[in-house]
């Protein structure tokens, strides 16, 4: 009987999380080495970025 969930090495390859195209295996999860420059560019400029809120208890410690 056949397993319900495929192995890991079977998993359909997600897509290229700045332009959507087919993921390549030497720039995964990017498809080339552009896009991922242009990720790296968005986390260094601030486009990423981690909302933080501040409590009245930071100021007590």
Avoid: N
Avoid at 9 to 23: F, L
Avoid at 33 to 59: F, K, M, N
């Amino acid at each position: 009987m056949a397993s319900a969930t495929p192995p890991p090495g079977d998993a359909p390859a997600r897509p290229c999380p700045i332009c959507g195209k087919p993921a390549s295996a030497a720039a995964r999860p990017f498809c080339s080495p552009r896009c991922r420059q242009v990720d790296l560019h968005h986390w260094l400029t601030g486009r990423y970025a981690i909302p933080v809120v501040e409590s009245d208890d930071d100021d007590e410690a």
